[in-house]
């Protein structure tokens, strides 16, 4: 509902313009759609981490500069207080719908309905016949559905599959991480079409794709930019894994423990042999605060953040050596003169989905067809 009264297009109009400034916005129509769509209708109320670790909701009508910021709003958590949806950085949004190269009549998937405001805007640009938008949540599909003026497709589905009743579609764009470029979405682009997702073989491993279909497959570039949205999930509801500690062996690193959030590539390149599926995050063993990181093969990994010397104290176990294989990676993309995400590109066939670096490297992603 439009609160009637409320000021907010003062706001719109001001996170337009911000955006512009920003470089973050350049098409007039694009402006035109975030200046007339209500993003606190969207974004009744969102919640924010507090200092213990907890969750506060916050109702947006209280502080409608907060939601008409270019900032990322978590909107939906799990009954275990996991992150279930967030209404995108709108900045990123546009970037990201800016670089399909939309023209009149053309038709967008979007996986991944959320909130439904990057669905708004889309339809805004495109019009209603040309929207379809799946998110696996029904909740959050019914609730985008009284949300958005126009009556684009909205379906509750798995966003993997598609939606192969709706296609060819001009471009796919996921506003979730997928593991592998799922080979439905490659199916339902036309040729020449697009598809601009966030390809995390692992957990915060990777950023944005743009991929152009070409041929039985699909090719592009990772974007200079990094971005992180949260990941698909197979099941509405699901969220994360555990790993037990066992038996520990003991060293030291000069690799930085925060790797995983400081050498974003780095990290990405070490996926490739850590796995899909990694748990991390910061730990406190024994009073001093750790990295950590864990696999479903049982292996873990503790790295104090603290250093003595330059060193920082490793504790490893389970069947494989984790760290070790950060520090590898590490090293690699030292030795290649620390390549940004702008030097990377993509590569999907029936046979095979293949990151490459330029100048030789390439890396199978897993996830994909074997
Ligand atoms: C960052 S939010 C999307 C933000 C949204 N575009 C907006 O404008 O508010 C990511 C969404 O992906 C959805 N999602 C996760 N797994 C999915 C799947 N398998 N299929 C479709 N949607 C999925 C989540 O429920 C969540 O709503």
């Not at 953040?305 to 520090?327: I, K, M, S």
Request: glycine letters at 10%.
């Amino acid at each position: 509902m439009i609160h009637p009264g409320l000021e907010w297009k003062s706001h719109a109009a001001r996170l337009a313009d911000d955006l512009i400034a920003a470089g973050k916005l350049t098409d007039p129509r694009l402006a035109d759609a975030v200046r007339e769509t209500p993003r606190h209708v969207f974004v009744p109320a969102y919640h924010r981490q507090t200092a213990d670790g907890g969750w506060a909701e916050h109702r947006s009508t209280d502080d409608l500069a907060a939601v008409y910021a270019n900032t990322a709003l978590i909107t939906a958590l799990t009954p275990e207080r996991a992150v279930l949806s967030s209404s995108t950085q709108p900045g990123l949004m546009t970037r990201m719908i800016e670089s399909l190269q939309l023209a009149d009549g053309m038709r967008v998937l979007e996986i991944g309905t959320g909130t439904g405001y990057n669905a708004a805007l889309l339809t805004h640009l495109l019009g209603e016949r040309n929207v379809f938008s799946i998110d696996i949540e029904p909740g959050l599909v019914e609730l985008a559905r009284t949300r958005i003026p126009g009556r684009p497709t909205l379906v509750t589905g798995d966003g993997a599959q598609g939606l192969p009743e709706h296609a060819p579609f001009d471009a796919i764009i996921a506003t979730c991480a997928v593991p592998a470029i799922p080979w439905p979405w490659i199916d339902q682009v036309r040729p020449g079409g697009v598809i601009l997702a966030d390809l995390k073989p692992a957990p915060g491993a990777g950023s944005l794709v743009r991929l152009t279909r070409q041929g039985d497959g699909a090719e592009g570039r990772f974007d200079p930019t990094y971005a992180a949205f949260m990941d698909l999930r197979p099941a509405p509801g699901t969220a994360g894994f555990r790993v037990e500690r066992g038996h520990a062996e003991y060293r030291t690193t000069d690799v930085d423990p925060n790797t995983p959030w400081t050498s974003l590539v780095t990290w990405f390149i070490a996926s490739f042999d850590l796995g899909s599926e990694i748990a991390y995050g910061y730990t406190f063993p024994e009073g001093s605060a750790a990295s950590s990181i864990a696999t479903p093969d049982g292996s873990w990994a503790e790295i104090t953040l603290a250093a003595e010397n330059g060193r920082h104290a490793v504790a490893e176990g389970g069947p494989r050596r984790l760290w070790r294989l950060v520090e590898e990676a590490h090293r690699l993309w030292t030795d290649l003169g620390c390549p940004g995400w702008d030097r990377f590109g993509f590569t999907a066939t029936p046979q095979a989905q293949t990151v490459s670096l330029d100048g030789g490297h390439s890396w199978r992603v897993t996830g994909g067809p074997e």
